[in-house]
Each structure stands twice: as C-alpha cells, then as structure tokens.
C-alpha cells in the first residue's frame, strides 16, 4: 500500500530516526530523510529545491519539516583557518568563515524559501522543529 509520506530535511546524525519518529508522530516506513541541512539555506534555485519538488512528484508527500540541531561545531573551525595563509583575508572573511548563523534562522528561512516557491503546493504541510542534543529542548519553528 503506498500511503503518504513525510519529508525530513535535517542536520542530525544518522541515529536519529527514533527522535524523528517521536518528533513527528510517523513511523520509520513513512519518513523519507534528507541529511542535507546545513548552515547553508536552501535557494529558490538550488538542487535542494529541485530534489524536494522531484520528491514531491515521485513519492506521495503530504508534509515536510525542516528539523535543525544546535549546537554542532561551525564548517570551518578556527584551527583549521589557522592553517590558512590568510595574511590578505580581510578579519571579516575569516569570521564569516568561523561562524554559524543561529539554527533558527536557517530553519525559518527554508520553510520560507519551500513555503513560497511557485512549484510547491500549498497543500503541502511544512513545519519546523530546534532540537537541542545537549538539554533535549525542542522548539517547533513555522
């Protein structure tokens, strides 16, 4: 039987369906996981995008959530930066590089950028949730 599915868009580790199960009330067999969130938000224009409405059209979607941890270390860590010859990196270069924007951002801008692109259907669900490895705090996000 081919019911409906939920599309997760996530950063979280692998072991994470048990919490996305809990999370959404869906079982394993009806969750479809994308392990694609990062500090990058998704573009109106980017393969994520092509790959949520290719999903769409192929797999029964009847809800998306973009699920986001907090706390993981940045892409580039300053260890790492150190290692760069960066003596003609202007100091705001090597922070953009350093830092993370705050996960809640993120996430309430790819709800938006899905939300609004044309090709998205409005019957579509899409919700949010901030989950904190650390305290086990969540936070839905819309």
């Known amino acids: 039987m081919n019911s409906l599915k939920t599309l997760i868009i996530t950063n979280a580790k692998e072991e994470y369906p048990p919490m996305i199960e809990m999370l959404t009330n869906r079982k394993t067999e009806d969750l479809v996981i994308s392990n694609s969130l990062d500090e990058m938000s998704i573009h109106p224009d980017n ?4 790959d949520i409405i290719y999903s769409l ?6 809800e998306i959530y973009v699920i986001g941890e907090i706390n993981k270390e940045p892409l580039i860590l300053k260890h790492h930066l150190s290692k760069i010859d960066n003596t003609n990196l202007p100091k705001e270069a090597s922070n953009w590089l350093i830092e993370t924007p705050p996960m809640i951002s993120i996430i309430k801008n790819n709800i938006k950028y899905i ?3 044309p090709l998205i259907p409005h019957s579509i669900t899409i919700s949010g949730i901030l989950v904190n490895r650390n305290t086990g705090d ?4 819309s």
């Open 138 to 141: 969540l936070e839905e996000i």
């Open 115 to 117: 939300k609004e692109h």
């Open 57 to 62: 059209n192929t797999i029964k979607i009847k």
């Open 47 to 50: 393969s994520m995008i092509r």
